[in-house]
């Protein structure tokens, strides 16, 4: 999760949202990603789907069964749907969503039994620093 807060404060250095999500197997990295929507003009480039889009082509799979996601920020419905269809193993975020997290918060993408896959669902890790870092990104912004 510290690399995935190192992310996240790399995207608001470039004024974007700060999440930073990575992918980890069998304990080593293979994926990584930040925020990029307004550098990308791509409303699509979340941390998530950046993060997954560098493992599946590090892995050379759009398929990740045993991998885990530490992102920053509850998924969102978007970045859920896209952890289910990746089959994820476990999904670990930090600071909750309750305007837009699927994970729980809102909604819950990730362990909606009508669906063909359910992620395993941690939250809390590092909690209270992803948290201020969006509240000063935000207040900044103001």
């Given at each position: 999760m510290r690399r995935a807060l190192a992310?996240?404060?790399?995207?608001?250095?470039?004024g974007?949202?700060?999440v930073g999500a990575v992918v980890v197997q069998n304990g080593r990295i293979?994926?990584?990603g930040g925020n990029c929507m307004i550098a990308a003009a791509d409303p699509s480039a979340h941390?998530?789907?950046e993060a997954l889009r560098s493992a599946c082509k590090a892995l050379g799979n759009y398929r990740l069964p045993e991998a885990e996601l530490y992102v920053t920020l509850e998924p969102c419905a978007m970045c859920a749907g896209a952890l289910v269809l990746a089959?994820?193993?476990r999904v670990v975020y930090s600071a909750a969503d309750?305007?837009?997290g699927a994970a729980g918060s809102v909604l819950n993408v990730l362990q909606n039994s009508c669906l063909n896959h359910?992620?395993?669902v941690d939250s809390g890790l590092l909690a209270d620093e992803s948290a201020e870092l969006l509240r000063k990104f935000f207040q900044n912004r103001r």
């Open positions: 992310l996240a404060r790399r995207a608001a250095d470039a974007e949202v700060p293979v994926g990584e941390a998530e789907i089959r994820v193993a309750p305007k837009s359910q992620c395993r």
